[in-house]
């Protein structure tokens, strides 16, 4: 089984719909809400894992697509300036899914992007701001 993490921008017209409750219907996808903004007078927004076959994935973020969902992977909201990051390991730590790790012996920072839930624990730990997330609805 596969494993992605999302961003999900939902129009004010789908609020009252059960997308996420009939994407695991219909394609047996499970997930995994992170985070949620969702407000009956505007858009929403969601952070959630998605777990399934990779096939299943594609057609559940296809319906996503096709109801007016915008989806987005929450590693391309995701960044780390190589230059600002001085490998002081302070994100590791804190790092709740393991997307910033420390490479034996040589103690350097590694960042998997692909693991990351988009959470900003590092941007508030790191002490230069290496680290940037944007995930908020201006941000989309």
């Known amino acids: 089984m596969d494993s992605r993490m999302y961003v999900l921008k939902f129009p004010k017209a789908t609020i009252d719909q059960p997308i996420i409750c009939n994407l695991m219907k219909l394609y047996g996808v499970e997930f995994n809400i992170l985070k949620a903004d ?6 929403g927004l969601m952070v959630l894992e998605l777990l399934g076959h990779k096939a299943k ?6 319906y996503l697509k096709e109801l007016g969902v915008g989806v ?4 391309s909201r995701i ?3 190589d230059d600002k990051c001085f490998q002081c390991g302070a994100c590791t ?6 997307a910033l790790a420390l490479e034996r012996p040589t103690m350097a920072v590694l960042f998997d992007r692909e693991k990351c839930s988009g959470c900003g624990l590092c941007v508030a730990v790191c002490p230069v701001r290496a680290m940037t997330v944007t995930l908020d609805h201006s941000a989309l």
């Open 38 to 43: 969702i407000n009956r007078q505007q858009e």
């Open 72 to 75: 987005e992977r929450v590693a």
């Open 57 to 62: 994935l594609k057609e559940g973020i296809r």
């Open 93 to 98: 730590g804190i790092c709740p899914t393991g």
């Open 79 to 81: 960044g780390r300036n």
